[in-house]
C-alpha cells in the first residue's frame, strides 16, 4: 500500500503560518535570554552594590556598649559605675523616604496621603514633616526649634540628639513618637557613668572621657581592667522605620569590665573627711591634708584635703590633690632622715651628749644661724629630737655629711614618685648638687627639700615597719565579670635602715609625745609616737619666707608595739590669736589625736571582705 503524500496546496498555505510561529519563538526566546541576562546581572555583577544599598536604607549596625567596671570602696560601697541609659538620634534615611514621609504627614494632618500627594511636591512635604518633627522635638529638648531643624534637615547619616536619656524618660518619648507618627528618630542603647560618692573622693576617683575611657584618678590607673568590649548586633527595618525582628542579626554578647575595689573603706573616709572640714573651717587654713595608712602593708586606708574639688561647682574648686601633687617644706618631721642616717652609720648613739646651748648658735665656720625655741643646753640625741632642737639636729647632721644625708633622703622615698600610678603626682625637690652654707644648716631641719603628704607618711611608716620602705597601696582587689578574684598583694620597696636603727626612732618619737612638743597628740590606753612640724611659708613669687605664716603638721603612729597605723596632718597658714599658737603640737597634734582614735575603733570592728578571694589563677 502505498504512502501518501503531504498536500502541496495545504503546505503552501500554512507556509507564513509557521514563519509567524517561528518568529514569534524567536522573539519569546530574545525575550528570556535578555531577562536572564538581567537578572544574571543583577544576582551575581550587581548584588554586592545592591545589597550594600539596601543595607544602608534599612539595616543598622547596632553597637551594644560594654559596661565599665564598677569602682568601690573596701567593703563594696559603688564609687563609680556604669548605668545604663538611652540616646537619640537621627536616621536621615527614613526621614527623607517620600512614601514614608508622606504616609505620615497625611496620618498627622488627619487625611490621605493621596489626597495629600497632590496639594504637596515631594520637597514641600519633606519640609512640612520635618517642621512637625522639631515642633515636636522642642516640647521634650532644651534646644531651641530652628536648631533642632537645621540637624534633621543635615546631610549627616545620623545626628545625636540628646544623650543620657534615662529609662523612664525613654519609654514616655517611644509613645509620643508613636502617638505624633514620628519616624526617623530612633533611641539606641547607651553608657553613662554615675559617681555616688559625689565630692568624696573625688580627687582620686578621676573621670572618664566621652568614650567612656579613664581620664585620670584611678579611673585612668585601671583603665585595662575597667574597660570592657563592646557587643553588636545587626537589625534591619522595615520602610516606615519600624524594626523586622525576624531578621535580627547574630548578637555578639557585651563583655563587661571588671570591677575595682579600693583600699580605702568610705565609713572611715567619711569620718576623716568631716574632721578634716571642721580643722579647715575652725583654723582658717588655706588648705588641710591628711593622710591615713597601714604601715606594714603601705595600705591607704583614707585621704582627706580642704579644699578639694566640689562636683556640684567645679570651676571654683581646686583640681590638685593636695596629698600627692603639692610639696611643701616638712620642717622638723623631717629630723627623723637625719637620725636614721647618723644612728644607722653610728655617727651617734642614743645616748651620746649634744651641747644645744642656749636657744642661739652661730657656726664658725659657715657662719649659718639657727636658734630653738627655749634654752636647751645639754641633751641625748633622744632628748635633741623630743625637744625638737634646731641646734642639736645640725651639729648631728655634721657628723653625717650631704652624701649620706642625701642617700637617707632617697632611701625614705623623698625626691622621687611613690609609685601611687595616679596623675599629676610629684616627686618634690631635694638639692642634689652643691651645697651652699645654708643648706647644710636647713635641710637636716626640713628647710630647703619639698615633700608631699603622702611620702611622708610612708616615710614614718617604714619606722614603724621596721626600717622596710613599703609602696603605697591603694587598690586591694580586682573582681573579674566571671567572678574570680585577684588580690593586689603589698609591695616592699627596700629598707631604709637597720631594724634596730627603727626601734630607737620610735622610741624617739614616743618620748616626743611623752614628754616633748607632740603631747597633745597623746591618747589614753594607747602608746602614741610622732614628730611635730612647724615650718615658715615660702612665697615662690616673693623669693622669700612669709612673716608670721606658717605650715604646722604632725605625723606619727600607733600602738608603738605594734603599730596599726600611720596618720599625717598638715595645715597650711592656720590662723591663731597669737603667732606663738602657731605650732605642729598645738595646731596638728590634737587633730592627729582625734583621727587616729576614729581610725583605731574602726579597724577593730572593720568588715570582712563580702566575697571569697581567690588567688590569682584560680577557678572561680
Not at 524567536?26 to 535570554?33: Q, Y
Not at 555616688?196 to 585620670?216: E, I
Not at 585577684?486 to 614628754?515: H, I, N, Y
Amino acid at each position: 500500500m502505498s504512502q501518501s503524500l503531504p498536500n502541496q496546496t495545504q503546505l503552501r498555505r500554512d507556509r507564513p503560518v509557521c514563519r509567524r510561529m517561528l518568529l514569534l519563538l524567536f522573539v519569546l526566546l530574545a525575550g528570556f535570554s535578555l531577562v536572564t541576562w538581567r537578572l544574571a546581572v543583577i544576582q551575581i555583577k550587581e548584588a554586592p552594590r545592591l545589597t550594600a544599598l539596601a543595607a544602608k536604607k534599612y539595616q543598622r549596625h547596632i553597637v551594644l556598649p560594654a559596661h565599665r567596671g564598677a569602682i568601690k570602696d573596701f567593703n563594696g560601697e559603688y564609687l563609680a559605675h556604669d548605668e545604663d541609659v538611652s540616646e537619640l538620634y537621627t536616621d536621615r534615611t527614613h526621614l527623607r523616604e517620600i512614601i514614608t514621609v508622606r504616609h505620615h504627614l497625611a496620618a498627622v494632618r488627619g487625611m490621605r496621603a493621596v489626597d495629600l500627594r497632590e496639594q504637596l511636591s515631594e520637597a514641600e512635604t519633606i519640609a512640612a514633616y520635618h517642621d512637625h518633627v522639631a515642633k515636636v522635638l522642642a516640647s521634650i529638648l532644651p534646644l531651641p526649634e530652628r536648631e533642632i531643624r537645621q540637624q534633621i534637615a543635615a546631610d549627616t547619616p545620623e545626628i545625636v540628639l540628646a544623650k543620657k536619656v534615662e529609662e523612664e524618660q525613654a519609654k514616655q518619648w517611644g509613645i509620643l513618637f508613636k502617638a505624633e507618627h514620628i519616624v526617623g528618630l530612633h533611641l539606641r542603647p547607651a553608657i553613662s557613668r554615675r559617681f555616688p560618692a559625689r565630692d568624696r573622693l573625688s580627687l582620686v576617683l578621676g573621670d572618664t572621657d566621652t568614650s567612656n575611657k579613664g581620664r585620670w584618678g584611678v579611673e585612668r590607673l585601671q583603665d585595662r581592667e575597667l574597660t570592657g568590649i563592646a557587643g553588636e548586633q545587626f537589625i534591619e527595618r522595615d520602610k516606615s522605620g519600624h524594626e523586622l525582628p525576624a531578621y535580627r542579626g547574630q548578637v555578639v554578647v557585651p563583655q563587661h569590665g571588671s570591677d575595682v575595689h579600693l583600699t580605702i573603706d568610705m565609713q572611715l573616709q567619711d569620718n576623716v573627711e568631716a574632721i578634716c572640714e571642721r580643722a579647715w573651717k575652725a583654723n582658717k587654713a588655706r588648705r588641710v591634708v591628711i593622710v591615713v595608712t597601714e604601715p606594714a602593708t603601705g595600705t591607704i586606708l583614707a585621704m582627706a584635703a580642704r579644699p578639694h574639688l566640689d562636683v556640684n561647682s567645679p570651676d571654683v574648686s581646686t583640681w590638685t590633690n593636695h596629698v600627692i601633687a603639692d610639696p611643701y617644706e616638712p620642717g622638723s618631721i623631717f629630723k627623723v632622715v637625719t637620725l636614721a642616717a647618723a644612728l644607722d652609720n653610728h655617727k651617734v648613739t642614743p645616748t651620746d651628749k649634744i651641747d644645744c646651748g642656749n636657744m642661739f648658735y652661730e657656726d664658725p665656720v659657715r657662719k649659718v644661724k639657727l636658734s630653738d625655741d627655749e634654752p636647751l643646753g645639754m641633751q641625748t640625741v633622744k632628748g635633741v629630737l623630743v625637744h625638737s632642737s634646731n641646734i642639736g639636729m645640725y651639729k648631728i647632721s655634721k657628723r653625717v655629711g650631704q652624701d649620706m644625708l642625701l642617700d637617707y633622703a632617697s632611701r625614705f622615698g623623698f625626691g622621687s614618685v611613690t609609685g601611687l600610678g595616679l596623675l599629676g603626682e610629684k616627686a618634690g625637690y631635694m638639692n642634689t648638687g652643691k651645697w651652699s652654707n645654708t643648706t647644710y644648716s636647713r635641710m637636716p631641719i626640713g628647710y630647703e627639700v619639698s615633700v608631699t603628704p603622702l611620702q611622708m607618711c610612708l616615710a614614718y611608716g617604714a619606722i614603724a615597719n621596721g626600717g622596710v620602705l613599703m609602696k603605697p597601696r591603694l587598690i586591694d582587689r580586682v573582681v573579674k565579670p566571671n567572678g574570680a578574684v585577684e588580690m593586689l598583694p603589698p609591695q616592699p620597696v627596700w629598707q631604709v635602715c637597720t631594724a634596730k636603727t627603727a626601734a630607737s626612732l620610735r622610741d624617739f618619737l614616743e618620748g616626743v609625745v611623752l614628754e616633748g612638743t607632740g603631747s597633745r597628740a597623746a591618747l589614753p590606753d594607747v602608746r602614741v609616737a610622732g614628730k611635730t612640724g612647724t615650718t615658715r611659708r615660702y612665697d615662690p613669687a616673693k623669693k622669700r619666707y612669709i612673716e608670721g605664716s606658717y605650715l604646722t603638721s604632725f605625723v606619727g603612729f600607733a600602738p608603738v608595739e605594734k603599730p596599726q597605723v600611720v596618720c599625717l596632718v598638715m595645715l597650711d597658714d592656720p590662723k591663731a590669736e597669737s603667732e606663738k599658737m602657731i605650732r605642729g603640737g598645738r595646731v596638728a597634734a590634737p587633730i592627729f589625736a582625734e583621727v587616729v582614735h576614729e581610725t583605731l575603733d574602726h579597724l577593730a570592728i572593720r568588715h570582712e571582705r563580702p566575697i571569697k578571694v581567690a588567688a590569682k589563677g584560680d577557678a572561680p
